[in-house]
């Protein structure tokens, strides 16, 4: 089975330049979680949805950031205007409902602004 | 509040010793626990996990015990490899949401031939 999927793998660009981050979820999953990880502060949930609907954002630093889920199989994370701040690796992950089930993780995008 | 806290690293061992990575929590109720593993370059995985009192899970040759009496779930191998450095990280999932995950800040191991 494929899992989470994300692209692309890496992306430099310039600071004030639009970033849009995709992910495809696993299909059958119902949560969908966007992190960032940077040396300085680790791991950090930005978002995550419930059945394609938003239900925690308070993790998303600033009004720069938003994210959208519009059906089950896909994700988007936009920054706009990017800042060299914003540098890091991105993951997005997905899972069933049940509390027992792990997180599947894609690979990551590693971000870097210039 | 609910929390975890696993141990600094990074830690250096040479290969075919003995690993424990500390791992303790705070939550309520009853969570379940994770141990999750970054290779290099890529996404967290599973390694192990456990969802009630005095369970062990177990994976790869690592193994963690649910410990509800100590709120410790330590991750231990008997004899580590050159590939198993990586970063580990500790996580509990409380309340029967997943959006209720709180990851420990993870351990760095590096294993030397």
């Known amino acids: 089975d494929a899992g989470v999927i994300q692209s692309p793998r890496h992306e430099v660009t310039e600071m004030g330049q639009e970033v849009t981050l995709r992910c495809k979820p696993i299909?059958?999953?119902?949560?969908l979680f966007w992190y960032r990880q940077t040396m300085m502060r680790g791991l950090e949930l930005l978002i995550y949805f419930n059945n394609n609907v938003p239900i925690d954002d308070s993790g998303m630093p600033e009004d720069r950031f938003s994210a959208k889920m519009p059906n089950a199989s896909f994700s988007t994370l936009k920054i706009q205007p990017s800042e060299p701040r914003d540098s890091a690796v991105y993951f997005c992950?997905?899972?069933?409902?049940?509390?027992?089930?792990?997180?599947?993780f894609g690979d990551g995008t590693r971000l870097s602004i210039l | 509040g609910n929390s975890v806290t696993q141990m600094e690293g990074p830690v250096t061992l040479s290969e075919e010793a003995f690993l424990t990575i500390n791992c303790t929590y705070t939550?309520?109720?009853?969570?379940?626990l994770f141990w999750y593993v970054q290779y290099p370059g890529e996404g967290l995985q599973l390694l192990l996990k456990a969802t009630k009192a005095d369970d062990k899970g177990s994976n790869k040759g690592f193994e963690a015990t649910y410990r509800k009496e100590t709120t410790s779930f330590h991750l231990e191998k008997g004899s580590v490899q050159v590939s198993d450095s990586a970063v580990y990280f500790c996580a509990l999932v409380y309340g029967g949401s997943q959006g209720n995950l709180i990851f420990g800040k993870g351990t760095k191991l590096s294993v030397k031939p």
């Open positions: 299909s059958g999953h119902d949560y």
């Open positions: 992950a997905s899972s069933l409902a049940f509390e027992a089930q792990p997180q599947h």
């Open positions: 939550a309520t109720g009853y969570p379940s």
